[in-house]
């Protein structure tokens, strides 16, 4: 049974997932600061960019969203390793673009250890959350990227 309204809660959540991750790869923010900066601050706000069309923190399923980013932080060896078996010959986790990344950890995460969610809903979501920051040939990257983890996890 579809539910669009929780749907909707953790597309948004998946989003402000990222983000968190970006700020802790670019800052160091310690987990649990992080997680009561983006509880207090962030998840319940609207956000005012054009970039994200009605993309709502304000909906964002919170309990998810937790999941995600301590997951991602639990396991992030695990997960990088993982990520970096699909890349290229010649590439490597260190030369991808750091929004990128995150988008791939969250993604790899919920592949690995949200068996609840269906693989393609999880592949498309992320897909989704990367055309929010990068053009559709990007997209396809973690499309391709995601594909190829799906297959070894599921």
Do not use: C
Not at 18 to 27: D, F, I, R, T
């Amino acid at each position: 049974m579809n539910h669009p309204a929780r749907s909707k809660a953790r597309s948004a959540a998946r989003l402000a997932a990222v983000q968190a991750l970006y700020q802790q790869h670019m800052e160091g923010t310690a987990l649990a600061r992080l997680l009561d900066e983006f509880h207090q601050h962030r998840l319940g706000r609207t956000i005012d960019d054009d970039d994200f069309d009605d993309a709502a923190y304000a909906d964002a399923e919170v309990p998810f969203f937790d999941d995600v980013v301590r997951g991602v932080d639990a396991r992030k060896d695990e997960i990088d390793a993982l990520v970096g078996s699909k890349l290229a010959a010649g590439w490597n986790i260190a030369r991808l673009d750091k929004t990128m990344l995150q988008v791939l950890r969250a993604g790899t995460y919920e592949l690995i250890a949200r068996v609840d969610v269906p693989a393609a809903v999880t592949i498309n979501e992320y897909v989704d959350v990367a055309k929010a920051f990068f053009d559709d040939g990007q997209a396809k990257f973690v499309n391709g990227i995601l594909d190829a983890v799906a297959k070894d996890a599921r």
